[in-house]
């Protein structure tokens, strides 16, 4: 896959929140005007935020996700990137992202070089997440925090490229009927939070309007 970073540089501007809430209303249309969801765009969040590591392998650049560990208070057992709240000391929500992956997977902030932030994507457990976008030396000492990881795995940057990989689940919350992507690849099903951040990837990926 050529360019890619050249591609999500050009287009990054366009994943901005207005773009994530867009994509949300484009998948749900019977909920645009229903209280109960337009709320989610203004009630107060605790600021969280996940790296999105690219890591430019020899033969392509891959996606890093994590299996979160089944003892986990929240989440567990699902997929998800590196990340967290953010903690007061944190400098920026950048900082964030960089402190949660060294923490879960072990990779040196020194060794991630920042490309840029996604739109703020709202999780269903009160956090605004900001997805932050680094590439990863290849020669980073990744491995697990047993404590909160239980697997790593890599996928290629391509195929989440391809819009086509991103499908659409039927999810309900409240009694209230709602959509939202899921990407399963291989062994892995991907959904919920992760995968609305890889469908918004996934946009800046795309070579012209056509994801819009």
């Known amino acids: ?20 809430r867009e994509i949300f209303a484009e998948i749900n249309p019977h909920l645009v005007g229903d209280a109960r969801f337009e709320s989610r ?3 107060k969040r605790q600021p969280a935020a996940v790296l999105i590591p690219i890591i430019n392998r020899i033969d392509r650049p891959t996606v890093l996700l994590t299996v979160r560990s089944p003892d986990m208070p929240s989440h567990a057992g699902q997929i998800s990137f590196p990340g967290g709240r953010a903690h007061p000391e944190d400098s920026d929500l950048v900082e964030t992202a960089l402190r949660e992956a060294e923490e879960e997977v072990n990779i040196p902030r020194a060794a991630v070089d920042i490309i840029g932030s996604l739109g703020v994507h ?4 009160g956090f605004a997440v900001t997805p932050v976008i680094g590439l990863v030396d290849p020669r980073a000492p ?4 047993p ?6 795995f890599e996928t290629p940057l ?14 309900r919350h409240d009694g209230v009927s709602f959509h939202m992507f899921a990407a399963p690849y291989e062994n892995y ?24």
Do not use: Y
């Open 147 to 152: 404590r909160e990881v239980a697997e790593i």
């Open 158 to 171: 391509e195929w989440f490229a391809d819009l086509s990989n991103h499908t659409i689940e039927e999810r």
């Open 189 to 212: 099903h991907i959904w919920g939070l992760t995968a609305g951040i890889l469908r918004s990837l996934a946009e800046t990926l795309q070579r012209d309007e056509a994801a819009q």
């Open 142 to 145: 990744i491995r697990p925090c």
């Open 122 to 125: 709202e999780g269903g457990l």
């Open 1 to 20: 896959m050529e360019n890619w970073r050249a591609l999500i540089e050009k287009n990054l501007s366009r994943m901005t929140t207005q773009r994530v």
């Open 41 to 43: 765009w203004t009630k």
